[in-house]
């Protein structure tokens, strides 16, 4: 079977990929330290994001409510921007590689795991929570569907080596 639309652009290995929650959109991200914007039906790309990275792409998101995406490099740093102006709007810092990220259920909060910590962004930019309790770098983190009656708040799913965590992210 042959591929309906093959997207082209980026100059080194594509390290990552997010779907928009419509499936109208994408991202995808590479050792080339671009984040390209695509449109899925057509293959067109919308917008290119290579200015502000200082190491590959490694993670990638949209947010549910699709306001945001998220970006993660190598570089240490996550970038938020607005998903229809493109714009900027935060970024902060970990200190070591970002590896994976995810947005919340309600998109007022992005979670980041990296080679130190899980730290949980509000979208007003302000540090909400850091979680430390993981030993080594955390590959991959996740917000738990609300639905799954945990308890109060918004739960959080994590992993680091050979061990997974479920912890209360607010």
């Excluded at 991200?29 to 200082?54: C, M, P, Q, Y």
């Excluded at 240490?76 to 935060?90: G, T």
Aim: zero cysteines.
């Amino acid at each position: 079977m042959s591929p309906m639309v093959t997207y082209e652009g980026h100059k080194d290995h594509i390290t990552s990929l997010a779907i928009a929650p419509d499936g109208k959109t994408a991202l995808s991200g590479s050792v080339d330290k671009t984040v390209h914007l695509w449109n899925v039906e057509t293959g067109k790309r919308i917008a290119i994001f290579d200015e502000d990275f200082g190491g590959p792409i490694s993670a990638l998101a949209f947010s549910l409510d699709r306001h945001f995406i998220g970006i993660g490099s190598e570089d240490q740093r996550v970038q938020v921007r607005d998903a229809m102006e493109h714009n900027v709007l935060f970024t902060y810092q970990h200190n070591g590689a970002v590896n994976d990220l995810d947005f919340s259920y309600d998109s007022q909060f992005i979670a980041s795991a990296g080679d130190d910590a899980v730290l949980i962004y509000g979208m007003d930019g302000n540090l909400r929570y850091p979680y430390t309790k993981h030993n080594g770098s955390v590959s991959t983190v996740k917000w738990i569907p609300p639905k799954a009656h945990l308890g109060p708040g918004q739960w959080v799913i994590s992993s680091s080596g050979h061990e997974v965590k479920v912890w209360r992210g607010r």
